[in-house]
């Protein structure tokens, strides 16, 4: 599979050397400016820390779970940075740094994966960023959905790319094998809705390998679709950038959607119960730990001349961006019993008056006070 | 008031449904030029055009998922399931996902989908054609659950249900699509959650649903004939289920029976005699008996008069109420 010609405009040491396939993605590449990069090392740069406290908060038992998006940081830093603020944004379930750039705050994460409530944020007030969706492949049909109402609401292809409006839906490679994710594909092709389908293929589904899911490339199955798809180098925020961008732009402009699939690298275990040593080779690991995105970007920063004083403010953000998390996760409070029926039913439904009344009368039996 | 069968009450009630709110959709398969495989939908795409009714791709979940997405856009989808046994392949976007989302997003929106689906026997179809498997979606919370069983409720149940801001799983009893009786256009007669009582008696109370009411009130027809009252209560809604006209009722007679065409185990029938049980242990005369489907796959059409509750095995069931 590696033989398939990827997009990749940095080279692993950060040169700005656009390969043969990065060709039509070039000058968008080429366009962005130092400020803009380091907006974009800033963005990876709090993922990775927000994503260590995390993770440790889930140790100390804070966090029922935990899912990490370390060495993925690139295509999610790349491809959310090419959304414009009147997109809509599918997420699978760690994008973490997706989430963040459309201006979730991350605590939502954390109280997600504490088990406060299943949904934690609200996407109208958060970047049009949706919920996580945890069975695999199911929000490629809702993505699907929505592009199709807003091409119904005649909310794109107007000719105005600051007002038309986009669709952008992750999954991983995993994913890929799933029904849904197929039949969102059909529907995509078929109404051709202004998507783009976002694969992070992080060459582990768990403990099965990418090879497992399919003898192609999975970019390569887009045609059979009937919509481009274009393999790039996940790990290259450059590269993310100017092709999500291109086919975003694409899709709003009226031309149907498209597939983009990232190569990356899934450093961390699946999730915090997760044992990646039983089924992985510790060379792999140390392989694409030498592709680090981060790593990347910042040897290409500094060619272009952006002094360490600059990278150490950004490192010192980082680590007050995760302590702020860390502090407020210790001050949260538990969530009202109320909360379990409240909200089952959008109109009044008699059950659940029924069932919350014994509930609160049965604790109060007790002598409690919740 | 006017006449029609219940195919016709649905086709009227989803064209008034769309004339009243532009956000209403219909999606599903052939429901386009063709109408739908049983006609419900005829003539509305030609009405409102292909961006208000559409024939989708060929794929269930793929219909559930997208009407999902629509929702959250701010449309109204009401998508069509083709047959009973074609739904299972959607299960999981209606259970994981439809039922769930308004929770998930603890009522800062609302998924206002129906999802339609002829369901039961009495065609003499071939496998996977005449399922009931409204217990699998009565028993998932988020879903309501309703099923009309006459062209009057047809016509009003739909577009309460289109109207309900919660997700509805509207069962349509097929063997009855095509018996006209009377529907009232001017007003509707109940709420949509509201079970009631179809045929008053005295003597026992017959429960059911769907395409079961015809057969009870033919069994209580014969019954009045041989001297006993039967009363027959139309459960309506499957989720929530309205009791009080239920409990009432039993409560008055004394004696109670559950029919329905799904498999017994399990079943709605389970469901209303533990709580017949509960609420009126006191008057109960004879323990509230079952008349269902066998537990089997539904069988081949040769012998599908032999699964399906007739009124004959209803008065059994009514005989041996009155033998305890």
Known sequence: MADSPAVSVLDEHGAFRPTAAAEPYADRAASVTTEQ?????????ETRAFDVAAANLQRQGHLALWVSSWGQ???????????????TVFPAYREHAVGMIRGLDPLAIVRLLRGVAHGTWDPAESGNFQHYCLVLGSQTLHATGFAMGVQFDGATATGDPERDEA???????????????????VFAASYRTPQVFFIQNNHWAISVPVERQSRVPLAQRASGFGMPGVRIDGN?????????????????????PGLIEALTYRIGGHSSSDDPTKYRAEEELQRWALLDPILRLRRHLEVEGVGAEVFDGIDARAADLAA??????????????????EHVYAEPHPLMDEQLRWLQDYEASFGGDR | MTTMPMVRALNAGLKQAMADDAKVLLMGEDVGALGGVFRVTEGLQAEFGDQRVLDTPLAESGIVGAAIGLALRGYRPVCEIQFDGFVYPAFDQITSQLAKITN?????LSMPIVIRIPYGGHIGAVE???????????HTAGLRVVSPSTPNDAYWMIQQSIASNDPVVFFEPKGRYWPKGEVDLARPALDLHASRVVRTGTDATLIG?????????????????????????DVRSLSPIDWQPIVASVEKTGRAIVAHEASGFLGLGAEIAATVTERAFYSLEAPVLRVTGFDIPFPPARLEKLHLPDADRVLDAVDRAFAY
């Open chain 1, 167 to 185: 669709v952008i839906v992750y999954l991983g490679d995993g994913a890929t094998s799933q029904g849904d994710s197929n039949e969102a594909l």
């Open chain 1, 73 to 87: 940081e690139a295509a999610q830093v790349g491809s959310a940075r090419a959304t414009r603020p009147q997109d």
């Open chain 1, 236 to 256: 290259d925020v450059l590269a993310a950038y100017a092709v999500t961008g291109s086919m975003l732009d694409a899709a709003r402009s009226g031309e149907g």
């Open chain 2, 128 to 138: 996977h054609h005449q399922e009931s498997p409204e217990t699998l979606f009565a």
């Open chain 1, 37 to 45: 990069k380091l907006r974009f090392l800033t963005d990876m740069v």
């Open chain 1, 324 to 341: 702020d998390v860390r502090r407020r996760t210790l001050e949260l409070t538990e969530p009202p019993v109320a909360s379990m029926f």
């Open chain 2, 104 to 108: 998930r997003h603890q009522g800062r």
């Open chain 2, 209 to 233: 649903y769907g395409p079961m009411v015809s057969v009870l009130l033919a069994a209580a027809e014969v019954a009045a004939e041989e001297g006993r009252s039967l009363e027959v209560v």
